[in-house]
Protein backbone atom coordinates (compact mmCIF):
# COMPACT_ATOMS: atom_id res chain seq x y z
CA UNK A 1 0.00 0.00 0.00
CA UNK A 2 2.80 2.16 1.22
CA UNK A 3 4.33 1.91 -2.64
CA UNK A 4 0.92 2.40 -3.90
CA UNK A 5 0.22 5.71 -2.36
CA UNK A 6 4.64 7.11 -3.13
CA UNK A 7 4.28 6.47 -6.51
CA UNK A 8 0.59 8.31 -6.85
CA UNK A 9 2.51 10.99 -5.12
CA UNK A 10 4.90 11.27 -7.87
CA UNK A 11 2.81 10.81 -10.52
CA UNK A 12 0.93 13.61 -9.15
CA UNK A 13 3.47 15.85 -8.51
CA UNK A 14 4.71 15.49 -12.47
CA UNK A 15 1.46 16.09 -13.39
CA UNK A 16 1.15 19.05 -10.88
CA UNK A 17 4.52 20.18 -12.93
CA UNK A 18 3.51 19.52 -16.28
CA UNK A 19 0.44 21.75 -15.65
CA UNK A 20 2.31 24.75 -14.42
CA UNK A 21 4.23 24.89 -16.88
CA UNK A 22 2.10 23.84 -19.87
CA UNK A 23 -0.26 26.86 -18.40
CA UNK A 24 -2.04 28.72 -21.43
CA UNK A 25 -1.57 32.02 -21.59
CA UNK A 26 -4.54 34.09 -21.17
CA UNK A 27 -3.03 37.56 -23.79
CA UNK A 28 -1.97 35.01 -26.10
CA UNK A 29 -4.12 31.30 -25.84
CA UNK A 30 -0.87 29.81 -26.08
CA UNK A 31 0.96 27.02 -23.99
CA UNK A 32 3.92 29.47 -22.88
CA UNK A 33 6.34 26.22 -22.45
CA UNK A 34 5.03 24.78 -26.26
CA UNK A 35 4.16 28.09 -27.81
CA UNK A 36 1.44 26.48 -29.43
CA UNK A 37 -2.65 27.09 -29.31
CA UNK A 38 -3.27 25.50 -25.75
CA UNK A 39 -4.23 23.37 -24.13
CA UNK A 40 -1.70 21.53 -25.31
CA UNK A 41 -1.33 17.67 -25.48
CA UNK A 42 1.23 17.91 -22.11
CA UNK A 43 -1.25 19.61 -20.44
CA UNK A 44 -4.42 17.95 -21.31
CA UNK A 45 -2.66 14.29 -20.53
CA UNK A 46 -1.83 16.17 -16.94
CA UNK A 47 -5.55 16.63 -16.30
CA UNK A 48 -6.38 13.19 -17.70
CA UNK A 49 -3.69 12.20 -14.58
CA UNK A 50 -5.03 13.97 -12.31
CA UNK A 51 -8.57 12.48 -12.77
CA UNK A 52 -6.93 9.10 -12.62
CA UNK A 53 -5.26 9.66 -8.98
CA UNK A 54 -8.68 11.82 -8.04
CA UNK A 55 -6.14 14.41 -6.61
CA UNK A 56 -7.15 18.25 -7.44
CA UNK A 57 -4.57 20.02 -9.20
CA UNK A 58 -3.08 22.90 -7.07
CA UNK A 59 -4.41 26.56 -8.40
CA UNK A 60 -1.28 28.82 -8.60
CA UNK A 61 -2.74 32.26 -8.84
CA UNK A 62 -2.15 34.90 -11.24
CA UNK A 63 -0.08 31.87 -13.31
CA UNK A 64 -2.16 32.91 -16.67
CA UNK A 65 -1.42 36.48 -16.38
CA UNK A 66 -4.48 37.97 -16.95
CA UNK A 67 -2.66 41.46 -16.55
CA UNK A 68 -1.22 41.01 -19.90
CA UNK A 69 -4.57 41.75 -21.50
CA UNK A 70 -5.13 44.89 -19.79
CA UNK A 71 -7.86 43.26 -17.10
CA UNK A 72 -8.67 46.56 -15.24
CA UNK A 73 -10.55 45.60 -11.53
CA UNK A 74 -11.37 49.72 -10.89
CA UNK A 75 -12.99 50.09 -14.43
CA UNK A 76 -15.99 52.85 -13.31
CA UNK A 77 -15.16 53.85 -10.01
CA UNK A 78 -11.98 56.56 -10.46
CA UNK A 79 -14.65 58.28 -12.91
CA UNK A 80 -16.37 61.15 -10.94
ZN1 LIG B 1 2.65 22.82 -23.56
Do not use: K, N
Request: charged letters at 20%; glycine letters at 4%.
Amino acid sequence: MVTVYASERVQTAAAQQALDEHITLTATGQCRTCDIPGPCPWWEAATAAFAQTRHLPRRTSGLTRPDLVGVRRVAFSSRT
